[in-house]
């Protein structure tokens, strides 16, 4: 049995699991894409996070910033998702003083995080507030996980210059 028929299998098991236990229901193709795309947690900038967690002590902190108006944080195996809005609107993806001021405090309150995601694209702020409000409310991790996968991996695609190291 050859690599690729195992991947078809694997990604065939994980979907009528997902479908099975009321998760998403991606199509074979966006699975397989998210099976083979990913990678290893955290590593080489890829998104495969198998946990994540909300950290309003590091988006206090972001929201002190005299640019930031609000911050969502997300923090999965190794690495940290910021979704932030600016207070004059301007657009803090291209300012790189206030990214590298926002990778510096949240590497200070967590030195275990390898990659620092930021982005203050409208999809993603949404997103990420969406996802942080299921966290709160109690919704489990594992309901949550593909979509955000999902998510990281379109906003933040590999190769692209959006991490700070």
Do not use: C
Not at 42 to 48: L, S, V
């Amino acid at each position: 049995m050859d690599n690729v028929n195992i991947k078809s299998q694997i990604a065939e098991m994980k979907l009528s699991h997902n479908r099975a236990n009321g998760m998403p229901k991606y199509s074979e193709r966006e699975m397989n894409h998210w099976i083979y795309t990913t990678g290893v947690p955290g590593a080489n900038g890829m998104h495969y996070n198998t946990r994540m967690e909300v950290a309003p002590d590091i988006a206090n902190q972001l929201m002190g910033m005299d640019a930031v108006q609000s911050a969502t944080v997300l923090l999965s195996d190794r690495n940290a998702y910021i979704a932030v809005t600016a207070k004059d609107g301007s657009d803090l993806d291209r300012d790189v003083n206030v990214t590298s001021t926002i990778a510096r405090k949240v590497r200070a309150m967590r030195p275990s995080i390898a990659n620092i995601y930021v982005s203050a694209e409208p999809y993603f702020v949404q997103k990420a507030a969406l996802l942080k409000n299921d966290l709160v409310a109690g919704k489990p991790q594992s309901a949550l996980l593909g979509e955000f996968n999902m998510i990281v991996q379109k906003v933040f695609p590999a190769g692209a210059n959006s991490s700070l190291h």
